[in-house]
């Protein structure tokens, strides 16, 4: 038993510690020229450079658009897929008719339609979050339909032959099916909210972090691609972070209830 609560804080130790070794050899390496600081500039004066641009209150500006666009179509397309997976169930052929299309709709490179969605919705905030849920909501389906396909037909059946109507059927039996499914679904549908967003930034913007670093590399200012780089990173881990606790929440109320 101590042995196996000792392991997560080995691993913990050195995650941090190798991050740490390396930023310190990336310094030692700037300073001491075995890498040229214009290109690769060094942890301190990325550092330096993100503090001047927060206080000038550009970056945070930056972190706010790039994070609100990834949530809200994040949010949007997670919910929208995963219900239109679920009411899939109310009919099967309908299901039978939309399931190739999703499949080809997931296979499409959705980037690809960056350009187009700029020039539809302008450069503002709007063709970020579109893009962002176009991302979402097609995993977001297929991971609900596929949870809705696990539901156990035997107590379906035993269900229906108790007297218990579609409806209940539906929120009793089929949605809790899908809850482990939809709730996995989550953590790859954050990344892909985070590409969609950043990738509109890119093509064109009047804000956020992927203006900044496009904007920087232009002027080749590389400390603040640099910036715009560890930045985004950062948001990256903690979004990621945090739907890995909302997963671990919801799973442990989903057993809750099923135990119930």
Same mark, same amino acid.
């Given at each position: 038993?101590?042995?196996?609560?000792?392991h997560?804080?080995? =691993?913990?130790?050195?995650r941090?510690?190798?991050?740490?070794?390396?930023?310190?050899?990336w310094?030692i390496?700037?300073r001491?020229r075995?890498?040229?600081?214009?290109?690769?500039?060094?942890?301190?004066?990325?550092?330096? #450079?993100?503090?001047?641009k927060?206080?000038?209150?550009?970056?945070?500006?930056?972190?706010?658009?790039?994070?609100?666009?990834?949530? /809200?179509?994040?949010?949007?397309? #997670?919910?929208?897929?995963?219900?239109?997976?679920?009411?899939?169930?109310?009919?099967?052929p309908?299901?039978?008719?939309?399931?190739?299309?999703?499949?080809?709709?997931?296979?499409?490179?959705?980037?690809?339609?960056?350009?187009?969605?700029?020039?539809?919705?302008?450069?503002?905030?709007?063709?970020?979050? =579109?893009?962002?849920?176009?991302?979402?909501?097609v995993?977001?389906?297929?991971?609900?339909?596929?949870?809705?396909?696990?539901?156990?037909?035997?107590?379906? #059946?035993?269900?229906?032959?108790?007297?218990?109507?579609?409806?209940?059927?539906? #929120?009793?039996?089929?949605?809790?099916?899908?809850?482990?499914?939809i709730?996995?679904?989550?953590?790859?549908?954050?990344? /892909?909210?985070?590409?969609?967003?950043?990738?509109?930034?890119?093509?064109?913007?009047?804000?956020g972090?992927?203006r900044?670093?496009?904007?920087?590399?232009?002027?080749?200012?590389?400390?603040?691609?640099?910036?715009?780089?560890t930045?985004?990173? =950062?948001?990256?881990? /903690?979004?990621?972070?945090?739907?890995?606790?909302?997963?671990?929440?919801?799973?442990?109320?989903?057993?809750?209830?099923?135990?119930?």
């Amino acid at each position: 038993m101590r042995e196996g609560k000792k392991h997560p804080f080995a =691993i913990n130790v050195w995650r941090w510690g190798l991050l740490i070794l390396l930023l310190v050899l990336w310094e030692i390496g700037a300073r001491l020229r075995w890498i040229d600081p214009f290109f690769f500039s060094s942890p301190l004066e990325i550092a330096r #450079t993100a503090v001047i641009k927060w206080q000038g209150g550009t970056l945070w500006r930056d972190i706010a658009y790039t994070g609100a666009s990834t949530l /809200l179509g994040f949010v949007l397309g #997670t919910v929208i897929g995963s219900v239109v997976g679920l009411l899939f169930w109310f009919s099967r052929p309908v299901a039978q008719v939309a399931e190739p299309w999703l499949i080809v709709l997931n296979a499409l490179p959705k980037l690809a339609l960056a350009p187009v969605l700029v020039i539809w919705f302008g450069i503002g905030f709007l063709s970020k979050v =579109i893009l962002a849920f176009l991302m979402t909501v097609v995993v977001a389906a297929m991971s609900a339909y596929s949870g809705v396909r696990t539901a156990d037909s035997a107590l379906e #059946t035993l269900m229906v032959s108790l007297g218990a109507r579609r409806m209940q059927i539906f #929120t009793r039996l089929i949605v809790p099916s899908a809850m482990p499914s939809i709730i996995t679904g989550l953590r790859v549908n954050i990344a /892909l909210a985070m590409a969609g967003s950043i990738v509109g930034e890119f093509i064109a913007s009047d804000r956020g972090l992927g203006r900044m670093i496009v904007y920087a590399g232009t002027t080749f200012d590389l400390k603040l691609v640099w910036v715009g780089v560890t930045v985004l990173s =950062i948001l990256s881990v /903690l979004m990621y972070a945090s739907v890995v606790l909302l997963e671990k929440v919801l799973m442990r109320h989903w057993h809750g209830a099923v135990t119930e």
